[in-house]
């Protein structure tokens, strides 16, 4: 069914301090993420651009990565 299914056409994280493979990695988890957050809680619809910052503490891991970013772009479309 064409309404539980998202599709992220462009993500852009700005990740300092990891390689290029690992940022790749995060924002595919991300995306994926997201799209699993998104796909039946929001009818058919163009969600155009979100702006966010955030903070994470140094070494926090990949999970936590994942976990803060997805949640706060979920939290941001909610709204």
Do not use: K, Q
Not at 1 to 14: A, C, K, S, T, W
Not at 42 to 58: F, H, I, W, Y
């Amino acid at each position: 069914m064409p309404g539980d299914r998202v599709i992220i056409e462009e993500l852009f994280l700005r990740l300092p301090g990891l390689t290029r493979d690992e940022a790749r990695a995060i924002s595919r988890d991300v995306a994926a993420r997201v799209g699993d957050g998104l796909a039946g809680a929001l009818p058919p619809r163009s969600l155009g651009a979100l702006d966010l910052r955030l903070a994470l503490r140094a070494g926090a891991s990949r999970d936590e990565i994942v976990d803060r970013v997805a949640c706060a772009i979920l939290g941001a479309l909610s709204r």
